[in-house]
């Protein structure tokens, strides 16, 4: 069975501060990672992938996120944060198609 | 193209009744996940339908149950509804071919037991 732990339930920053919301995961075999987006009331966005090759992935808004597999780790990062980007963040992988396993979730709260 | 949809957008239920959820895929898309979604359990997958047969399953009692139409369209069903259901319920959807096949979610359905 595999497991996602997101190490920070909130995180607060000041906007323009760069951030880091971790994520770890333990999996036996291969797995894809994702990152998902929550504003209130809404349904999860995508915001990036890792399904194989370069261990960088980037999204269109500025995060960017890294595949360690030595470290199990699949950390989110923004350089600079905007008020907009304040939202809850999921990390999740599955090695099975779509039974995605998520993790606990980061409540992300940019202050002005 | 339009995206996932979920009817109703809310829902308040008693306690034993019971209630069916809908789920509209992405025109084209052959797997629909369902997911519920608490303050206290975060995020836990409940099953996955692909081309009308259920494929995977999570750890769920069985007064939770799904079904999957040719069209794609899916429906959850919960049966004898308890205070622990109050939940949002997260509709996904993808193509469902092979096993890196991004998901689309819906708004969900956010259902209330009372």
């Known amino acids: 069975a595999q497991s996602v732990t997101q190490l920070d339930s909130q995180v607060p920053v000041f906007e323009e501060a760069p951030v880091e919301l971790r994520c770890n995961y333990s999996?036996?075999?291969?797995?894809?990672l994702f990152w998902y987006v929550q504003y209130p009331n809404q349904g999860l966005q995508l915001l990036l992938k890792?399904?194989?090759?370069?261990?960088l992935v980037e999204s269109i808004n500025g995060f960017e996120a890294e595949f360690n597999k030595s470290q199990t780790s699949f950390h989110l990062r923004k350089p600079s944060v905007h008020i907009s980007d304040t939202a809850e963040y999921f990390c999740?992988?599955?090695?099975?198609?779509?039974?995605?396993?998520f993790g606990g979730g980061t409540r992300l709260m940019v202050k002005p | 193209k339009a995206g996932v949809t979920q009817t109703p957008r809310y829902l308040i239920k008693t306690r034993g009744q019971q209630v069916t959820l809908s789920c509209s895929p992405i025109?084209?898309?052959?797997?629909v996940s369902w997911y519920q979604q608490t303050p206290g359990q975060g995020l836990q997958f409940l099953f996955e339908?692909?081309?009308?047969?259920?494929?995977n399953k999570g750890n769920f009692p069985g007064r939770f149950s799904g079904r999957q139409f040719s069209n794609s369209r899916s429906e959850m069903n919960v049966s004898t509804l308890e205070l622990g259901d109050s939940a949002l319920y997260l509709c996904?959807?993808?193509?469902?071919?092979?096993?890196?096949?991004?998901?689309?979610f819906g708004q969900g359905t956010r259902l209330t037991v009372v």
């Open positions: 996904a959807s993808s193509s469902g071919q092979g096993r890196n096949t991004e998901a689309f």
């Open positions: 999996s036996s075999v291969s797995v894809y």
């Open positions: 890792y399904l194989s090759g370069s261990t």
């Open positions: 999740a992988a599955t090695n099975a198609g779509n039974m995605l396993t």
């Open positions: 025109s084209g898309h052959r797997s």
């Open positions: 339908y692909f081309s009308e047969t259920q494929r």
